[in-house]
């Protein structure tokens, strides 16, 4: 008999800001899905970087789809990567991500849904969840490679990066300004040549990294403000306080992950959750791995450990509640 074969889709929808298709796919798996993953990519990627992700999660039946932010990938504008549309902001990163959300949502009607964000796409989903009515139609939310408040970023990143795009320009593409926030995270692997060597621990992955084709750009001052805008807007006790208390939440993350200072913020980030409330969390810190899990000999047990998670929260089961 021959094996069925996964469909993937290619979409677009127009962007919040306007001017900008957003490009998007959909890796639907051979039978009818059980339920549906949405994810958000991080900066200086783009979504079909998650095909190892969607293969293995279509096998279980989930519908897996995500788009490219802008910048990223195919939405371009005028056909520069790394560059956002003037004017925009963190408000239109996180109204893509629902508009997104809602468009695929309207087209599979009825169907459980879990929204991935990773690394700066888990701020634009943590910023998005403050809609409460997209995240009470929501089975669950997995932020990857998350980030909690910094002093440096409230008081000198954030401050500093608005001035330079205010004087050079929210276009202009810095390459010394993006050697240097790579260097912030690489100098905590000394020895190492890559600036992206903070990724992950694999020598492999590092360079697939550096040598990707659509990943070979440098952020704009612009894009660099509304990441670091978008942490800023999700940190503290009150953007907890903002998210639907019944929303099942997974944080996962590499203990040796520069982005989440080695867990201190991703154990932050559960602390504010569980003080506002949220009734079911649950925090992995994967021992030795670095910002990127999906691409660490660790990657087959996190697909398990998704799986599983996602499965325990679909409707008719009866998951039990876990706090870290």
Same mark, same amino acid.
């Given at each position: 008999?021959?094996?069925?074969?996964?469909?993937?889709?290619?979409?677009?929808?127009?962007?919040?800001?306007?001017?900008?298709?957003?490009?998007?796919?959909?890796?639907?798996?051979?039978?009818?899905?059980?339920?549906?993953?949405?994810?958000?990519?991080?900066?200086?990627?783009?979504?079909?970087?998650?095909?190892?992700?969607?293969?293995?999660?279509?096998?279980?039946?989930?519908?897996?789809?995500?788009?490219?932010?802008?910048?990223?990938?195919?939405?371009?504008?005028?056909?520069?990567?790394?560059?956002?549309?003037?004017?925009?902001?963190?408000?239109?990163?996180?109204?893509?991500?629902?508009?997104?959300?809602?468009?695929?949502?309207?087209?599979?009607?009825?169907?459980?849904?879990?929204?991935?964000?990773?690394?700066?796409?888990?701020?634009? @989903?943590?910023?998005?969840?403050?809609?409460?009515?997209?995240? +009470? *139609? /929501?089975?669950?939310?997995? &932020? !990857? $490679?998350?980030?909690?408040?910094?002093?440096?970023?409230?008081?000198?990143?954030?401050?500093?990066?608005?001035?330079?795009?205010?004087?050079?320009?929210?276009?202009?593409?810095?390459?010394?300004?993006?050697?240097?926030?790579?260097?912030?995270?690489?100098?905590?692997?000394?020895?190492?040549?890559?600036?992206?060597?903070?990724?992950?621990?694999?020598?492999?992955?590092?360079?697939?990294?550096?040598?990707?084709?659509?990943?070979?750009?440098?952020?704009?001052?612009?894009?660099?403000?509304?990441?670091?805008?978008?942490?800023?807007? @999700?940190?503290?006790?009150?953007?907890?306080?903002?998210?639907? +208390? *019944? /929303?099942?939440?997974?944080? &996962? !993350? $590499?203990?040796?992950?520069?982005?989440?200072?080695?867990?201190?913020?991703?154990?932050?980030?559960?602390?504010?959750?569980?003080?506002?409330?949220?009734?079911?969390?649950?925090?992995?810190?994967?021992?030795?791995?670095?910002?990127?899990?999906?691409?660490?000999?660790?990657?087959?047990?996190?697909?398990?450990?998704?799986?599983?998670?996602?499965?325990?929260?679909?409707?008719?089961?009866?998951?039990?509640?876990?706090?870290?």
């Amino acid at each position: 008999m021959e094996k069925q074969k996964i469909w993937k889709e290619r979409l677009t929808f127009p962007s919040s800001i306007g001017g900008v298709p957003v490009e998007a796919v959909a890796w639907h798996p051979p039978g009818a899905p059980r339920a549906m993953l949405v994810l958000v990519h991080g900066m200086q990627e783009h979504v079909e970087r998650y095909e190892h992700l969607a293969a293995a999660l279509t096998r279980a039946g989930f519908l897996v789809c995500g788009y490219n932010q802008l910048g990223h990938g195919g939405s371009l504008l005028d056909g520069r990567g790394g560059i956002l549309p003037d004017g925009a902001r963190t408000g239109h990163l996180a109204a893509d991500c629902r508009r997104f959300l809602r468009g695929i949502r309207r087209e599979h009607p009825g169907l459980p849904c879990f929204l991935m964000g990773h690394s700066f796409g888990s701020f634009v @989903v943590r910023a998005a969840l403050t809609d409460r009515r997209l995240a +009470s *139609s /929501l089975n669950g939310v997995i &932020l !990857s $490679g998350t980030a909690g408040e910094s002093v440096g970023l409230r008081c000198f990143a954030l401050p500093a990066t608005r001035i330079l795009a205010g004087i050079f320009g929210p276009e202009c593409q810095s390459a010394a300004y993006d050697r240097l926030a790579n260097f912030i995270f690489a100098r905590h692997f000394p020895g190492e040549t890559s600036p992206h060597c903070w990724v992950s621990s694999l020598a492999a992955e590092v360079e697939a990294f550096d040598t990707d084709p659509k990943m070979g750009f440098v952020l704009s001052l612009g894009a660099y403000r509304a990441v670091l805008e978008t942490l800023a807007l @999700v940190s503290g006790p009150r953007w907890a306080g903002q998210v639907e +208390s *019944s /929303l099942p939440v997974l944080l &996962l !993350s $590499g203990a040796c992950d520069p982005v989440g200072e080695n867990g201190r913020g991703v154990r932050q980030v559960a602390a504010w959750l569980l003080e506002a409330g949220t009734q079911d969390l649950t925090l992995h810190l994967e021992s030795g791995a670095r910002h990127e899990l999906l691409r660490e000999p660790c990657r087959e047990r996190i697909l398990l450990l998704l799986r599983r998670w996602m499965g325990e929260r679909l409707p008719g089961t009866n998951p039990n509640v876990r706090r870290t």
